[in-house]
């Protein structure tokens, strides 16, 4: 008996796609057919011939991987295959998609990730959330099992490095730490950003990251520099001309494991244990405003295509005390504080 072939298949007589659904053979498309357009008509016509009831949640996640290892990055295939394999680790190979319960999602979540942060538990339950939505979008099932399920709430970051933080920073950090360090500060970049940058990419004050290693592959990241960041770019672009201009003490290119690593150590010297580059990013964002400059330019130069995320996410400034009450202090137009107010004189 012939093997059942897998997935959409090409005949090598004419180059078009094909699939088998019981014993018929169906055209998905041809060879000039978009693949996104193949993969439509392929689980269209599955979803037809397989009751969603037959579907396992393994094969759901199985499929839904091999969408994202074809459209999505690697690092984005990863994150979400690392949260999905441990899901049918949990639930096994044989769980029917319409048996899987928010209460099951919930029950594995705890049991896998209860120790770890609220930000964790969110992530792992957005990946089968997600892949769900994706089976419905292609028509493998009518409707997720999982509507109406809520998701636990990611924890924020209250963490922003001050000057003064920064500065003792600096103190500790040395070579080629101390420079990413520096750069991160001045521009307020992501830090996926800084250790990917090329020197082909730096036009003057300014860092192009083409638009498939920008954050959403939508449209060119740039990243504004001023004369300090300008400075360490320029210099480190000379020493690397190809592939990053990061590189650790041992030339290596920075990784997120050897960032972490050495964020650790500068955590041991400076006792900041919640010390990480992010808080950087933070810093920038939280100083910024502190000078003044609105929420929509802060946003752009920290590549926000909403600039509300500023104001939500980034600013710390409620954690600082000092800052506000002198905001308070400070005339604007008599009716608060000042020598010159109401309150004043009534007094």
């Not at 357009?37 to 037959?54: M, T, V």
């Amino acid at each position: 008996m012939p093997r059942k072939r897998k997935g959409p298949w090409q005949r090598a007589e004419d180059n078009c796609w094909y699939t088998t659904v019981g014993r018929k053979v169906h055209k998905l498309g041809t060879a000039d057919t978009p693949w996104d357009e193949i993969e439509r008509a392929y689980h269209a016509l599955h979803s037809k011939g397989e009751a969603p009831a037959h579907l396992t949640v393994a094969r759901v996640c199985d499929d839904f991987l091999d969408f994202c290892q074809r459209q999505r990055s690697k690092s984005t295939y990863d994150w979400y295959a690392n949260y999905l394999r441990n899901l049918v680790a949990f639930v096994g190979p044989r769980l029917k998609v319409e048996d899987l319960t928010p209460r099951t999602v919930g029950d594995w979540v705890d049991r896998s990730y209860g120790e770890l942060s609220d930000s964790a538990q969110h992530a792992a339950a957005r990946c089968v959330t997600r892949a769900m939505n994706w089976a419905v979008k292609e028509r493998m099932i009518r409707e997720s099992p999982l509507v109406g399920y809520t998701k636990p709430s990611p924890s924020s970051r209250e963490i922003a490095v001050t000057p003064a933080q920064y500065k003792e920073c600096l103190e500790h950090a040395r070579g080629p730490f101390r420079d990413l360090l520096i750069f991160l500060w001045e521009t307020g970049c992501r830090p996926l950003e800084a250790r990917t940058i090329e020197a082909r990419w730096i036009d003057g004050p300014k860092v192009v990251l083409p638009t498939m290693k920008s954050k959403g592959k939508k449209k060119r990241r740039v990243i504004y520099m001023n004369e300090t960041a300008a400075e360490i770019a320029a210099r480190l672009a000379g020493e690397n001309p190809t592939g990053p201009i990061f590189r650790s003490s041992k030339g290596n290119p920075w990784t997120k494991s050897s960032i972490n690593c050495a964020f650790k150590r500068l955590k041991k010297k400076t006792g900041m244990d919640w010390l990480c580059a992010y808080a950087l990013r933070h810093g920038f964002a939280t100083e910024s405003l502190k000078r003044g400059v609105d929420t929509t330019t802060v946003g752009v130069l920290m590549g926000h295509a909403n600039p509300n995320m500023v104001a939500r996410v980034y600013q710390h400034l409620a954690q600082d005390d000092d800052y506000l009450l002198g905001v308070l202090k400070q005339p604007h137009d008599g009716t608060l504080g000042g020598p010159d107010s109401p309150q004043a004189a009534a007094g």
